[in-house]
């Protein structure tokens, strides 16, 4: 993400960079780790005509893609969704998605997606997650390269980004809730001044999760999500 953002200026048309290892990984919060060899460690830069809160959605789209690019090499009952934007096999957090934008205007500069997906490697040292990481690996025997997860990857998010052009947000939403975890359930939402435990009831037009707790429902902007 940092190479997208310095190439930024110089970007014309929506850009795959994809790094073989990183020493200084980073998630939300700023979380930091090391991303060995094997595992896809990729960031997709472009120019969307969206405003910051549009942009923000797009990882919803990239979930929707990735959970597709996945089912691709994996059974699809072992994957599932969760908010914000993680992706869990088998109950273990896979993949991660962080956005970065930039723009003073009404409409965002650039947009870079970053996406990591633990394709053969299990983080180490990873102690205060809220789901234990895994790998693909690891989880299924299934071995993938990184530049072949990549090329069905950016397959499944131009699509997406055709079906948000079409469609709109509402179908993204919908496609997302249908592979979300726990939906129906009770979750905890935790933000970083309180802790709010309700059942799962949806994620609205605005991407915020929607739980419904003893005093009515609770839409959430930001939280960390414990099942």
């Not at 930091?32 to 990882?59: C, D, M, Q, V």
């Not at 962080?98 to 650039?110: I, N």
């Amino acid at each position: 993400m940092a190479e997208a953002a310095r190439r930024a200026p110089e970007i014309e048309r929506p850009t795959w960079i994809i790094a073989k290892t990183q020493t200084a990984a980073r998630g939300r919060r700023g979380r930091a780790w090391i991303a060995p060899p094997g595992n896809l460690n990729a960031t997709l830069i472009f120019r969307p005509e969206a405003t910051a809160p549009e942009a923000a959605k797009r990882s919803f789209l990239a979930a929707n893609a990735l959970y597709q690019a996945l089912s691709i090499f994996i059974p699809v009952e072992k994957l599932s969704l969760k908010w914000p934007n993680d992706v869990l096999l088998s109950g273990g957090k896979v993949a991660g998605i962080l956005l970065e934008t930039s723009g003073s205007g009404p409409f965002v500069d650039w947009l870079s997606v970053g996406i990591g997906v633990n394709l053969k490697h299990t983080p180490d040292g990873v102690t205060d997650a809220a789901f234990p990481p895994t790998s693909v690996m690891e989880a299924t025997g299934i071995e993938i390269t990184p530049l072949d997860f990549l090329a069905t990857l950016a397959d499944a998010y131009a699509t997406q980004e055709a079906k948000l052009l079409r469609l709109g947000f509402d179908r993204i939403r919908d496609d997302w809730l249908a592979n979300a975890a726990r939906l129906g359930e009770v979750i905890t939402a935790r933000t970083g001044r309180e802790e709010i435990t309700g059942i799962f009831d949806s994620i609205d037009r605005d991407g915020n999760l929607v739980l419904i707790t003893g005093t009515g429902p609770r839409a959430i902007p930001a939280a960390d999500v414990y099942f």
